[in-house]
Nanobody
Framework: QVQLVESGGGLVQPGGSLRLSCAASGEIFRINVMGWYRQALGKQRELVAAITRGSSTNYAETVKGRFSISADNAKNTVYLQMNSLKPDDTAVYYC?????????????WGQGTQVTVSS
């Protein structure tokens, strides 16, 4: 019902910046919240940032002040601007959409994009 495609990952030096994009398609009108999660090797997937339909945002403490989530509704795309990147930010980043259909809540995931922060 909702499909997500991420792009924008890559290799960057510490202190550098990257912008991730997540393009949504399908029944976009059902989406209530979109977010970015990440999973580092050997660790659990964790929430990085999220944005609601009403444009409220929240961030993990570890990225506050460095990352920024935004949405371009005309393009059905959510962005994650990542600045002052650290080696600890290295992970596969996943886009997520939470939506409601038939009275039930669903969650859709993108395929993930690798972000590597290394000198």
């Amino acid at each position: 019902q909702v499909q997500l495609v991420e792009s924008g990952g890559g290799l960057v030096q510490p202190g550098g910046s990257l912008r991730l994009s997540c393009a949504a398609s399908g029944e976009i009108f059902r989406i209530n919240v979109m977010g970015w999660y990440r999973q580092a090797l050997g660790k659990q997937r964790e929430l990085v940032a999220a944005i609601t339909r009403g444009s409220s945002t929240n961030y993990a403490e570890t990225v506050k002040g460095r990352f920024s989530i935004s949405a371009d509704n005309a393009k059905n795309t959510v962005y994650l601007q990542m600045n002052s990147l650290k080696p600890d930010d290295t992970a596969v980043y996943y886009c997520n959409a939470q939506f409601r259909a038939g009275g039930l809540e669903y969650s859709s995931w993108g395929q993930g994009t690798q972000v590597t922060v290394s000198s």
